[in-house]
């Protein structure tokens, strides 16, 4: 089993890309910050994840700021690295920044 | 004589014919003359397993040892002009050296008409004139072709249907209009002369042009090779300018001029013909219809043409009245013969001026060792035992244009700046000035394709090509997978067939990916790409030159294409990207190779008045290689590769032939080889009297490329210092080999003086 749901904010976001073969591909950075329970606790909880959205899925508008709730897995970054990337399978977009609507 | 038939032939003709066919059999044939006028080196039509084949006939004869009852008859004499006796000689030398059937030897040196059993008429040529001023206005924009033809006519009054193929392929369908309307008017020529404007401007010859013009010309009349060993720009061409003039004052004289590669011919084409317009002039090379071709070489053989260009297919154009040979970058590897008879055309070049007892001109900024060797022969004995006619050496060493200055050569270390997309900062930074300034610069890699390596990050899968033991190239925009060796395509995998990753990355960088990058840093800017896959149309290289020649293109990508000949004053950058692979490749001749086509790349920058530089991106800056050509020291570096050569016993200080064998299982070939080794030493000990010096018979190995097109490869390497030797000992190897028993599994073939394996 290999399953995260998370939601999270855009921070980083790379121009559309295309595999080789000409699938859509986009490469984002997710900002998550939340309040978890832990220990029967209540703590806060930060951290920054690398994501790849692959498939006709990739050609969602996004910009960064946005927020977002994916699902998806979890995959080494490559066969040299112990860096983990989040592979997208499921996102909705919450919320667009409202900020960059108004200029 | 005795059982001869008399009903058969009149008394006069020689009843016997003998002829050769294009049939892998090293023999002759016996044909029944049913009275027809033979003479030798005339084409017939014979008979042959059921079919009717052209042969060249070789002998008229009374003596036969096949019996009457299996005697067939020659079916046609064709009454063409039979080959002479002097390009069957040399086609005979080929053969024997080679060891290549003479039948298929002579045959293949014909143009195609010729080896049909129709008869061989050449289709009419024509050329092409306006007979009312044009103006740019009437013309429909659309109609580039159209456009074309007309500014061309315009320079020039005539154009010849060879000139026109170079512009466009469909040229004809474009001016059918005005043909029809009477604007454009054609008559019919012969071994087309053009007119060209007179206005060409003679260079005076610098002191050392002269001076080679002079030394070859005061020994014109015997054979004697030369070697022009003249820095890139140095006014090689207007050397074979003058000394054609002066051999061709001799009534009915002709001169051979051979390059390397057809994109070649037409620069110098219009250089000589431009300056040599009182002379018919023919060119011979693969991109003419067959019709031209037949007709050119028709031109050749009768001696109505004077001048003729040709690639290496050229040297054996039967030319009676020839004087002269030039061979142009005579180091360059494509005169090798790499299928059929694989003869090296500067030597079967130097074997016909031996023949014929007339000078051959060898050129180059960077000479073969070969003929470095040759050259400076005295200067280095390292060779006793062999006895060579030493070249004549001519140096020039300063550029024709005086203002031009040699290009500055800077290494850039990639291990201290790393390349982002295959360009360095320095690199992109040099070529941000060149933009702001309004110049040119010319990227050098090697190699075509997007990308060579489609790897997944994975799980490390790579993709190869299914045919060959090679990894099979990204070429993005076509979409495919290409094999450069075997030509095989696969469709881009959707996802890592290994893993299932979708996300494949493009390893590497080619000639696509580079023209992209600079897009993507430039977009102001005017990017050309130029390699196999841009100019596989007729014009397209043609065009791409002409743009930058007109200043339409400000970046210019490219192959070794790019490397040769060609003249861009106002391309004051070259970058080299990437040619690390062959610093220490396998390959002995890599180095060699590496260097030459190094010093033509740098040669491009600079060559009229702005000075130019030349950015080399390597991880080895220190590697004796760079060293001699930050120098331009070809010299230097020559004689070092030359000592390598002779301590390891290679060419040019031993001869090497390679026997190549390939089959579907390589079980097969290492059986044939293993025999081939043993049947070598075997014959070497039986017959060690015979031979001046023993060659050596390696065993059997396996290629780079172990696999090429499902056939598993493997050769056996002969080598000595004695050249009669080791034919002594070939004439042998190809005698058993022809009669192995696992010669219908396997293909074998000789490659006498080897390039590669």
Redesign the interface.
């Known amino acids: 089993m290999n399953t995260l749901v998370i939601a999270a904010t855009v921070q980083a976001i790379e121009p559309l890309g295309y595999?080789?073969?000409?699938?859509p591909?986009l490469r984002l950075q997710l900002q998550h910050d939340s309040e978890q329970l832990e220990a029967g606790l209540n703590r806060k909880v930060q951290c920054v994840l690398p994501a790849?959205l692959?498939?006709e899925k990739a050609r969602l508008t996004l910009q960064t700021g946005d927020q977002i709730k994916a699902k998806g897995f979890l995959?080494?970054?490559?066969?040299?690295s112990t860096q983990v990337v989040m592979h997208i399978q499921e996102i909705q977009l919450i919320q667009q920044l409202q900020i960059l609507k108004e200029f | 004589m005795s059982n001869a038939n008399p009903a058969q032939s009149p008394v006069s003709a020689p009843r016997i014919v003998r002829v050769v066919l294009d049939v892998p059999l090293d023999q002759w044939f016996d044909y029944l003359n049913p009275g027809l006028p033979v003479l030798p080196g005339n084409r017939v039509v014979v008979p042959f397993a059921g079919r009717q084949l052209v042969a060249i006939v070789m002998a008229v004869t009374e003596d036969t040892e096949v019996p009457a009852s299996k005697l067939k008859a020659i079916l046609q004499v064709f009454d063409d002009v039979p080959l002479d006796a002097a390009t069957l000689k040399l086609l005979r030398f080929c053969a024997d050296y080679y060891h290549y059937p003479f039948g298929q030897t002579v045959l293949s040196a014909l143009p195609l008409r010729l080896r049909q059993t129709k008869p061989a008429t050449a289709r009419k040529q024509w050329a092409y004139r306006l007979t009312t001023a044009v103006h740019d206005d009437a013309l429909d924009k659309r109609q580039r072709v159209l456009a074309r033809v007309i500014a061309a006519l315009k320079m020039q009054s005539e154009c010849s249907e060879a000139q026109l193929n170079t512009l466009s392929g469909s040229w004809r369908k474009a001016i059918a209009p005005l043909l029809a309307n009477g604007v454009i008017i054609r008559r019919e020529v012969v071994a087309v002369r053009p007119s060209m404007p007179a206005s060409a401007e003679i260079p005076a010859l610098n002191a050392e042009q002269a001076q080679a013009v002079t030394a070859i010309l005061a020994q014109r009349q015997q054979f004697q090779p030369w070697l022009l060993f003249g820095v890139t720009g140095s006014g090689k061409t207007e050397v074979y300018i003058r000394l054609l003039e002066a051999i061709l004052a001799e009534p009915q004289a002709q001169v051979l001029v051979m390059v390397p590669e057809i994109n070649l011919t037409p620069q110098l084409e219009s250089r000589f013909r431009s300056r040599l317009s009182q002379f018919t002039l023919v060119t011979l090379h693969s991109h003419l219809s067959e019709s031209e071709r037949l007709q050119h070489w028709q031109a050749a053989q009768s001696g109505a043409a004077q001048i003729v260009i040709g690639t290496r297919l050229s040297i054996f154009t039967p030319m009676p009245h020839l004087r002269l040979m030039i061979l142009d970058e005579e180091h360059d590897s494509s005169y090798k013969q790499q299928d059929g008879m694989r003869y090296h055309a500067r030597d079967v070049a130097l074997v016909r001026a031996k023949q014929l007892q007339i000078p051959i001109v060898l050129g180059s900024a960077t000479p073969s060792l070969e003929s470095w060797y040759n050259a400076t022969l005295d200067a280095a004995p390292a060779n006793a035992t062999a006895k060579k006619a030493a070249y004549g050496l001519l140096r020039l060493t300063r550029r024709a244009v005086a203002e031009a200055q040699l290009p500055q050569i800077t290494c850039i270390d990639t291990v201290q700046m790393p390349a982002e997309g295959g360009l360095t900062p320095w690199l992109k930074q040099a070529i941000e000035h060149r933009l702001q300034r309004g110049e040119q610069s010319l990227l050098f890699i090697n190699r075509r394709g997007y990308a060579p390596v489609?790897h997944c990050?994975?799980?490390?899968w790579v993709a190869d090509c299914h045919r060959c033991s090679a990894k099979i190239v990204?070429h993005?925009r076509q979409?495919v997978l290409r094999c450069h060796h075997c030509g095989e395509e696969q469709?881009?995998?959707?996802?890592c067939p290994s893993c299932g990753n979708?996300?494949?990355?493009?390893v590497g960088q080619a000639t696509q990916r580079i023209e992209e990058t600079l897009q993507q840093l430039y977009p102001q800017a005017r990017v050309a790409r130029v390699d196999r896959d841009t100019i596989q149309a007729k014009d397209a290289l043609t065009e791409v030159l002409s743009a930058v020649h007109a200043g339409e293109i400000d970046i210019l990508v490219g192959t070794q294409m790019l490397a040769k000949g060609h003249d861009f004053p106002n391309l004051t950058l070259v970058g080299v990207l990437d040619t690390d692979g062959a610093l220490y490749s396998p390959d002995y001749r890599a180095s060699e190779r590496l260097f030459a086509q190094l010093m033509q790349v740098a040669g491009r920058a600079g060559r009229g008045e702005k000075a130019g530089e030349v950015l080399i991106q390597t991880a080895f800056p220190q590697h004796p290689l760079f060293a001699a050509l930050r120098t331009q020291d070809y010299e230097t570096y020559a004689n070092t590769l030359l000592q390598e050569r002779i301590v390891l016993q290679f060419p040019p200080a031993a001869y090497v032939a390679v026997f190549k064998a390939e089959a579907q299982e390589y079980a097969l070939v290492e059986q044939f080889l293993k025999a081939l080794v043993e049947a070598a030493r075997h014959f070497i000990m039986q017959e060690v009297a015979q031979f001046t010096q023993l060659p050596t018979v390696y065993d059997a190995v396996r290629p780079g490329l172990a696999r090429l097109n499902r056939m598993e490869r493997g050769y056996v390497m002969l080598q000595c210092q004695h050249r009669g030797s080791l034919q002594l000992l070939l004439r042998a190897a190809v005698a058993w080999a022809r009669h192995h028993p696992l010669q219908s599994k396997i293909r074998w073939v000789l490659d006498v003086d080897a390039y590669d394996v």
Do not use: E, F, N
Request: glycine content about 6%.
């Open positions: 595999t080789p073969a000409g699938l591909l790849v692959i498939g995959s080494r970054r490559s066969a040299k | 489609l990050s994975a799980c490390q990204l993005l979409r469709k881009i995998p959707v996802q979708p996300d494949l990355r493009p």
